[in-house]
């Protein structure tokens, strides 16, 4: 019997992801990418132990983490280097790795698993047309290819879920903007500590180490502490720069690299299919980064959908199983996500003051405990099926 194909829209973690997923499950692939570079855009991302539960499904687990930094001691300070809290997450305490990779170590491991060859790159993709149990991806120089199965997984601006949700509105602003980067030869500015977190009203900022070399750092604000139309990284970095300390300063001075993102998501969609056509990632389910889930919530997907293809023989019947297994799940990261950003954003000092105490007074192992928590409802039960 000859392996059906799978149209990939996308080469980034979820894109990759799949890929790797559906030639586990006997599936020919081939990936579309619209950039004429596979490089993944992006600077950190954090893996918390279930991500690492879907990535051993994808056998890259290993990989990723010969190419990550495991944090353990950290600081909460206010934004002018006011010490908050002081802390050390022993190894274990969460019963999986929680580590934190510079993004394109991630997307290589991705990337050399499925090899440059099943990438097309350069190619656009518009939309999609089915006639019966087939379906043609649309490109932009208006040619078009068939195969038995789309995956949108082409980000939050996905052609795939237009094309399935034509009405659909624009994506939700959470009212904050971002500037993210990643900085290599500054570690005597964070050591001894692996991570230093601020945070103040309307104000959120992290610096982790993420690599023998690398520490990736976010700045997460509310647009009402920015000038009217600020948005060039260098310039919000310059203009916030005087309320922090030194540390602040100092590894953002040594930034070469970074951009400015507005932090938006969507409203839950049903369905994520039509006939032979899915969606995955942030096609699906764009979140907030307050959930830390983005990236694991994408490869997990893969790995759903993967298990759902190998239990069902009718394709249909398989992408229903799939996204019966996923919706109910990232909706619920997609709510928690918006509940932290109000709180970590918020420039009232009601709420600035009590968020603060609660952290002060918390004990370690509580957030832990909650952070296992969120993990659970994530999809840490992701396992091989036959």
């Known amino acids: 019997m000859t392996a059906r194909t799978a ?93 934190v990779a510079l993004r394109p170590a991630l997307h290589g491991a991705l990337l050399d698993a499925v ?26 120089d208006g040619s078009a290819v068939e195969g038995d199965l789309v995956i949108g997984a082409d980000g939050m601006g996905s052609a ?46 992290m610096f982790v180490r993420a690599s023998d070399t690398g520490i990736y750092w976010f700045l997460s604000l509310s647009t009402s502490l920015l000038p009217a139309g600020m948005r060039d990284p260098g310039t919000i970095v310059s203009h916030m720069a005087p309320r922090f300390d030194a540390t602040f300063r100092a590894i953002t001075s040594a930034t070469e690299d970074w951009r400015t993102d507005e932090l938006v998501d969507r409203d839950p969609i049903q369905p994520w299919s039509r006939g032979p056509v899915t969606l995955l990632g942030d096609a699906a389910h764009p979140v907030l980064p307050h959930t830390g889930q983005g990236a694991a919530q994408a490869i997990t997907d893969a ?25 109910t799940k990232t909706a619920a990261l997609l709510r928690q996500g918006r509940r932290t950003a109000a709180v970590m954003g918020s420039t009232s000092a009601l709420v600035s003051t009590a968020r603060d105490v609660a952290i002060r007074l918390a004990p370690l192992e509580t957030f832990a405990k909650i952070f296992m928590r969120i993990n659970k409802r994530a999809g840490t039960d992701v396992r091989a099926r036959a």
Do not use: C, M
């Not at 280097?81 to 929680?98: A, C, H, S, Y």
């Not at 990643?182 to 230093?196: I, K, N, Q, R, W």
């Open 7 to 99: 149209l990939i829209v996308g080469a980034g973690i979820g894109g990759l992801s799949a890929g790797i997923a559906l030639r586990q499950a006997g599936w020919q692939i081939r990936i579309f990418e619209r950039a004429d570079s596979p490089r993944e855009l992006g600077f950190g991302v954090g893996l918390a132990p279930n991500a690492f539960v879907a990535l051993g499904e994808l056998g890259v687990a290993d990989t990723v983490l010969s190419r990550a930094y495991a944090p353990r001691r950290g600081e909460l300070r206010r934004p002018d280097g006011t010490v908050l809290k002081r802390g050390e997450l022993p190894p274990g305490t969460l019963g999986g790795p929680l580590v």
């Open 160 to 205: 795939i879920r237009r094309t399935l949700h034509p009405n659909e509105g624009p994506p939700r602003s959470s009212g904050l903007v971002a500037v993210r980067g990643a900085a290599h030869g500054a570690l005597e500015h964070l050591d001894p500590l692996s991570a230093v977190y601020y945070l103040g009203r309307g104000i959120e900022s």
């Open 303 to 327: 790995v759903e959908l993967r298990n759902a293809l190998r239990s069902n023989t009718d394709l249909e019947a398989a992408l229903r199983a799939y996204e019966d297994a996923r919706r």
């Open 115 to 140: 090899g440059a060859d099943a990438i097309t790159l350069g190619h656009e993709v518009t939309g999609f047309s089915t006639s019966g149990s087939r379906t043609a991806l649309r490109f932009a």
